[in-house]
T-cell receptor
């Protein structure tokens, strides 16, 4: 069975500092990996996705993520955080041709001025 | 093009009441699904559909029914609401052959 672990429930970061959110997955085949962001009271917005190819993936809002097969990880990074990045972030893994995503528990990011 | 539309956005139910959460998409997506979001647990799949007339259970289907009579609509029915069904519900869809899922804005349900 597939699973996703986001070890950090909360992260507090100062505006302008760098941010890294951890994601570890368990999946029997080649994973399709996603990062979503959810602002308070809002739905989920896709930040980026990885299917194959270059293991460093660029997304929207200045985010990037790196797929490391040997570590079963797909960590999300941003070099310089803005106050508007305060939100909850979800990592998810899906099948190659399915409709079922398995989500991690989420990491809530707080941004200090 | 409205994307994935969910109604209602907020609802309070009494235990034992029934209701239907509506989901509609205007993108002609074959795949549609319902997730529930609970604190610390991320989103969990309730039911999904791979096309009109076809539905299947996800990770947490108990207490919920779905049907898919058209490509556009995928309603989620709570037959007898329980406090454990207090949650935020998200409908999602994706086009055939593409592994990107598009989410609605969510429906906040409280069962008292």
């Amino acid at each position: 069975a597939q699973s996703v672990t986001q070890p950090d429930i909360h992260i507090t970061v100062s505006e302008g500092a760098s941010l890294e959110l951890r994601c570890n997955y368990s999946y029997g085949a080649t994973p399709y990996l996603f990062w979503y962001v959810q602002s308070p009271g809002q739905g989920l917005q896709l930040l980026l996705k990885y299917f194959s190819g270059d293991t460093l993936v660029q997304g929207i809002k200045g985010f990037e993520a790196e797929f490391k097969r040997s570590q079963s990880s797909f960590n999300l990074r941003k070099p310089s955080v803005h106050w508007s990045d305060a939100a909850e972030y979800f990592c998810a893994v899906g099948a190659t041709a399915g409709n079922k995503l398995t989500f991690g528990g989420g990491t809530r990011v707080l941004v200090k001025p | 093009n409205a994307g994935v539309t969910q109604t209602p956005k907020f609802q309070v139910l009494k235990t034992g009441q029934s209701m239907t959460l509506q989901c509609a998409q205007d993108m002609n997506h074959e795949y549609m699904s319902w997730y529930r979001q609970d604190p610390g647990m991320g989103l969990r799949l309730i039911h999904y559909s791979v096309g009109a007339g076809i539905t299947d259970q996800g990770e947490v289907p108990n207490g919920y029914n779905v049907s898919r009579s058209t490509t556009e609509d995928f309603p989620l029915r709570l037959l007898s609401a329980a406090p454990s069904q207090t949650s935020v519900y998200f409908c999602a869809s994706r086009p055939t052959g593409v592994n990107t899922i598009y989410f609605g804005e969510g429906s906040w349900l409280t069962v008292v």
